[in-house]
T-cell receptor, first 112, second 117 residues
């Protein structure tokens, strides 16, 4: 069990560029979550996958955001036409049940 | 919608002493879980302790215990014999336990705990 991994750990991009983040969950975990954490705030839910199906999206997830989880394994989160307000830590978590979500180290995005 | 409030942005404690972090929440749900997560500096978030709302007995995990007051919607975390490694941001979180909830977490803003030697 190597835990949840995320790549890259840090990303600096210019406003208007597209970025993509990757999350590799713990291998047998069928549930996968994306959260966003801004400075001074707790994580906020963005979207949820059960296997390959995206079952819920938060209102925070504008149409510039898209997430996928092909074959129910790793997941990607893409942000198109980034804005300065997108600067945040993007956290991925996975679980097999609802007792405990296992978090990755996060991807810190800075939009300049 | 559920809300979670942590009214203490920062706290400090001396090593080996006891500290209590506060959390209140608002919900109309009757079935739910409450959690405390720890986020050490530059490290990933890990679960500290979990409480099922239907259980009257307060959860305990080694040096960590909770005081769950369901009627008051209060869920505080007590850390006994504080250690330097307890220095971290602590988040209180709520999870609705019902069909269609998808078991997503709603977090408070966090309390930064510093343990001083």
């Amino acid at each position: 069990d190597t835990g949840v991994s995320q790549d890259p750990r840090h990303k600096i991009t210019k406003r208007g560029q597209n970025v993509t983040f990757r999350c590799d969950p713990i291998s047998e975990h069928n549930r996968l979550y994306w959260y966003r954490q801004t400075l001074g705030q707790g994580p906020e839910f963005l979207t949820y996958f059960q296997n390959e199906a995206q079952l819920e999206k938060s209102r925070l997830l504008s149409d510039r955001f898209s997430a996928e989880r092909p074959k129910g394994s790793f997941s990607t989160l893409e942000i198109q036409r980034t804005e300065q307000g997108d600067s945040a830590m993007y956290l991925c978590a996975s679980t097999l049940d609802y007792y405990e979500q296992y978090f990755g180290p996060g991807t810190r995005l800075t939009v300049t | 919608a559920q809300t979670v409030t942590q009214s203490q942005p920062e706290m400090s404690v001396q090593e080996a002493e006891t500290v209590t972090l506060s959390c209140t929440y608002d919900t109309s749900e009757s079935n739910y879980y409450l959690f405390w997560y720890k986020q050490p500096p530059s490290r990933q978030m890990i679960l500290v302790i979990r409480q099922e709302a239907y259980k009257q007995q307060n959860a305990t995990e080694n040096r960590f215990s909770v005081n769950f007051q369901k009627a008051a919607k209060s869920f505080s975390l007590k850390i006994s014999d504080s250690q330097l490694g307890d220095t971290a941001m602590y988040f209180c979180a709520f999870m609705k336990q019902s069909g269609g909830s998808n078991y997503k977490l709603t977090f408070g803003k966090g309390t930064l705990l510093t343990v001083n030697p």
